[in-house]
């Protein structure tokens, strides 16, 4: 799937890593993704938009144009850089170096959850929420048809599925399998009008909306790079039937013409609807961009033949494929059966016959649960992210001559020094509570190196050490670095004792735990 806010290269490189394409430095691209994902870019025409305070609210607000939007993508980036940091933990020699793609593969995994931040479940949409978590619009005046304010060349319906990677995530907040299942059969049978009543603040008609129109699919903006992988979602739904029908559909009716200007439904950005073509024609779709494993439909064409390196080739025999026989009655794979609805890109690289029986009739192929793709929630289970344990009725002091609360204000922009021999952080709770995860934030300078122990205790007095770094350095000025506990616990007490002696100067600290959305 496309994206529209955020940058696309991150996931894009992920993606070619998970697959082994080669042909680029993995590290590098990694390093370009992370100063992306945790670094406050110096202006706002550049990098993630609302860093200042997002990373620590969990999603960028209404105060951020397209916040919602930006959210949504950024989580889709986030899951890549997670796929990439675990890449790079599993081929590390170094140990300090696998710990530390180790810790950032579990944080950005739960990042990537972060989508759930901005799910409404009075309006049982994705909406956009102000820094104090308010809504953008309330219940009775929420309309999903209405375009602009938070969602970036589109509307409610469209963003209500922006979660490709984390499937099972996404039906949990719909209420299940089927629950999903209708909210999709909603959005095909709920006309997009293009009525300038519902272009939003904007208050004028802008061409996507007009195009969205003349695609003649309910909600269905095939024109638009951000709904290319809704038809797809039906495989977590365990209804791989309406997948194939609708793609059918896209494939036969919107890639006609010979005329300058037809054969594509709308935009054609960086050659995405023609990739959208011929990958499903194949029946095969990178649903969960930055994994190695492609999502299965049904092929267009009776053979196809794709010729790989060292004499290796996938073929595709689709038997009885026709415009009558739309609908995948079982698959085999290299001679056997395959129920799932996906598949390895590893097996199809290395050559690979996949054949198709083809009919007139949807069958149960691939409707099992076991048989969806895989998903960043397991099943049965809620989207999960990370929140920090400080609250606002924690105490929280430091060894500085200023006041702490800079440390804790969710701003990347203030910062504190501090001083002292050790240079300590301590922080009260009311109550105890299990922190899995720790952030420290560098202020506006990079950090060359530091040192420090982090300890828990239930009483002030009695501590235990739950985490020590040696030699840690920030790279860039306001980065974000996540550090997993070694020894969690649950403690009312915390302190970070930074042994680097000297001045160091830190923006945000942060307590994490994991936390069902």
């Given at each position: 799937p496309a994206l529209m806010p955020g940058p696309s290269s991150v996931v894009a490189s992920a993606d070619a890593g998970a697959k082994d394409m080669g042909g680029f430095d993995t590290t590098l691209a990694y390093q370009a993704a992370l100063k992306n994902a945790t670094v406050m870019p110096p202006d706002r025409h550049v990098g993630r938009k609302g860093m200042a305070h997002a990373t620590f609210d969990g999603y960028m607000s209404t105060g951020i144009d397209g916040g919602m939007s930006w959210t949504m993508e950024s989580a889709l980036n986030d899951f890549g850089i997670a796929q990439m940091a675990q890449g790079l933990s599993a081929s590390a020699h170094d140990p300090a170096l696998q710990r530390r793609y180790a810790d950032e593969a579990t944080y950005f995994g739960y990042r990537a959850a972060g989508y759930a931040n901005v799910f409404d479940a009075n309006v049982g949409f994705f909406q956009g929420r102000d820094r104090a978590g308010q809504w953008r619009v309330?219940?009775?005046?929420?309309?999903?048809?209405?375009?602009?304010?938070?969602?970036?060349?589109?509307?409610?319906?469209?963003?209500?599925?922006?979660?490709?990677?984390?499937?099972?995530?996404?039906?949990?907040?719909?209420?299940?399998?089927?629950?999903?299942?209708?909210?999709?059969?909603?959005?095909?049978?709920?006309?997009?009008?293009?009525?300038?009543?519902?272009?939003?603040?904007?208050?004028?008609?802008?061409?996507?909306?007009?195009?969205?129109?003349?695609?003649?699919?309910?909600?269905?903006?095939?024109?638009?790079?951000?709904?290319?992988?809704?038809?797809?979602?039906?495989?977590?739904?365990?209804?791989?039937?309406?997948?194939?029908?609708?793609?059918?559909?896209?494939?036969?009716?919107?890639?006609?013409?010979?005329?300058?200007?037809?054969?594509?439904?709308?935009?054609?950005?960086?050659?995405?609807?023609?990739?959208?073509?011929?990958?499903?024609?194949?029946?095969?779709?990178?649903?969960?961009?930055?994994?190695?494993?492609?999502?299965?439909?049904?092929?267009?064409?009776?053979?196809?033949?794709?010729?790989?390196?060292?004499?290796?080739?996938?073929?595709?025999?689709?038997?009885?494929?026709?415009?009558?026989?739309?609908?995948?009655?079982?698959?085999?794979?290299?001679?056997?059966?395959?129920?799932?609805?996906?598949?390895?890109?590893?097996?199809?690289?290395?050559?690979?016959?996949?054949e198709f029986l083809m009919g007139p009739k949807p069958s149960r192929w691939g409707s099992r649960v076991e048989d969806a793709p895989p998903s960043l929630t397991p099943t049965g289970q809620w989207p999960t992210t990370l929140v920090d344990v400080i609250d606002a009725t924690a105490k929280v002091t430091a060894t500085s001559l200023a006041a702490s609360d800079a440390l804790t204000d969710n701003d990347a922009r203030t910062a504190l020094a501090l001083r002292g021999e050790p240079i300590e952080i301590a922080v009260a709770q009311a109550a105890p509570a299990q922190a899995t995860f720790y952030t420290l934030t560098s202020a506006q300078r990079p950090i060359a190196t530091a040192s420090w122990v982090v300890e828990g205790s239930t009483d002030g007095v009695q501590w235990q050490t739950l985490d020590a770094r040696e030699g840690e350095a920030f790279e860039w000025g306001h980065q974000t670095r996540p550090f997993r506990m070694s020894q969690p616990g649950r403690y009312a007490h915390y302190r970070l004792q930074i042994t680097t002696p000297g001045r160091v100067e830190f923006a945000e600290f942060e307590l994490l735990q994991p936390a069902p959305r």
């Open positions: 309330a219940p009775a005046d929420y309309n999903p048809k209405v375009w602009g304010n938070d969602y970036t060349e589109s509307n409610g319906w469209t963003f209500a599925f922006t979660a490709p990677h984390d499937g099972n995530g996404l039906l949990a907040l719909y209420g299940g399998r089927q629950a999903l299942a209708d909210k999709l059969d909603a959005f095909f049978s709920t006309p997009e009008t293009a009525d300038v009543k519902l272009s939003g603040p904007r208050g004028y008609l802008i061409h996507e909306m007009t195009e969205a129109r003349d695609v003649r699919m309910g909600m269905y903006a095939h024109s638009n790079q951000p709904a290319h992988h809704i038809p797809w979602m039906y495989l977590y739904a365990g209804q791989p039937w309406k997948t194939q029908r609708i793609v059918r559909e896209v494939l036969d009716r919107l890639y006609l013409g010979s005329e300058i200007g037809q054969g594509y439904p709308g935009d054609e950005d960086n050659g995405e609807m023609s990739a959208w073509y011929v990958l499903a024609s194949m029946g095969l779709y990178p649903l969960r961009m930055g994994s190695p494993d492609y999502v299965i439909g049904a092929p267009l064409f009776e053979r196809f033949t794709l010729d790989l390196p060292e004499g290796r080739q996938l073929r595709i025999h689709a038997r009885n494929a026709s415009s009558e026989n739309p609908y995948v009655q079982s698959l085999r794979v290299n001679g056997k059966p395959w129920t799932k609805t996906w598949i390895p890109h590893q097996l199809l690289a290395q050559g690979t016959t996949l």
